[in-house]
């Protein structure tokens, strides 16, 4: 919370990572603008899925970045999810 003491550029925008529906009402009281959800594919213990993550965006109203294991095979799964943002270090490699 301590991020809305702070000023900042106009054109500055704070977003925030989240894993659960608690982390997500915690960045929703924080006012950030993007929410970045993980890790969608990446096979490690937090690992979402496709239905989680739809369950989880449903949670909120605020935009949803999906980050985690994306690489160039399974980009087309994104078009289930109606995400156009998405981040990933892989598919860029």
């Given at each position: 919370?301590?991020?809305?003491?702070?000023?900042?550029?106009?054109?500055?925008?704070?977003?925030?990572?989240?894993?659960?529906?608690?982390?997500?009402?915690?960045?929703?009281?924080?006012?950030?603008?993007?929410?970045?959800?993980?890790?969608?594919?990446?096979?490690?213990?937090?690992?979402?899925?496709?239905?989680?993550?739809?369950?989880?965006?449903?949670?909120?109203?605020?935009?949803?970045?999906?980050l985690g294991g994306i690489s160039k095979r399974n980009k087309?799964?994104?078009?289930?999810?109606?995400?156009?943002?998405?981040?990933?270090?892989?598919?860029?490699?």
């Amino acid at each position: 919370m301590k991020h809305l003491a702070y000023s900042y550029k106009k054109n500055f925008e704070i977003i925030g990572s989240a894993h659960n529906i608690k982390e997500i009402r915690t960045k929703e009281i924080q006012n950030i603008k993007k929410i970045v959800l993980s890790s969608l594919f990446k096979t490690n213990k937090n690992i979402l899925g496709i239905n989680r993550f739809k369950l989880l965006s449903n949670y909120t109203k605020t935009e949803i970045i999906v980050l985690g294991g994306i690489s160039k095979r399974n980009k087309k799964k994104l078009n289930l999810l109606n995400q156009t943002d998405f981040a990933g270090i892989s598919f860029f490699e």
